[in-house]
């Protein structure tokens, strides 16, 4: 008996996308809007291996922000979580995430989007400790100790 796999369909690459990929945090028209501020670093002279785009950096820290998780936990979707931490690092200290914050905000104010009556604030994270006024006196009668 002669088996033959002409008549089998051809296996081809799926060519779409990934179907289970999450939508990304910033949507082109956004990322148009704050681009500029994530300068693409150029080519180094000496060679070495080509550094990782800006934007996804931004989409791995963004999904650091939102999920709370480690910097080891970044999905192997995401570029290392090394890279990512550099990025957020110099970033943060250049003022750029403050920026591209303003702008965004800008945008949704913009279009209306924004509900500011319904803006709370939440000081649950500010420590209690030592936060008492410098003029209340300590208690200085204290019990004698059990142990």
Known sequence: ????????????????????????????????????????????????????PPRPCLEGILWILQTGARWKDLPERYPSPATCWRRFKAWVEAGIFAEAWSRLLGQLDGLRQIHWEEGIADGTFAPAKKGAPRSAAPRKAKGPRSC
Request: hydrophobic share 35%.
């Open 1 to 52: 008996m002669l088996i033959t796999l002409y008549g089998r369909p051809v296996r081809r690459p799926n060519t779409t996308g990934s179907r289970t990929a999450p939508p990304p945090f910033v949507n082109d028209s956004q990322w148009l809007l704050i681009a500029d501020l994530f300068p693409d670093p150029p080519v180094s002279s000496k060679g070495g291996r080509p550094r990782v």
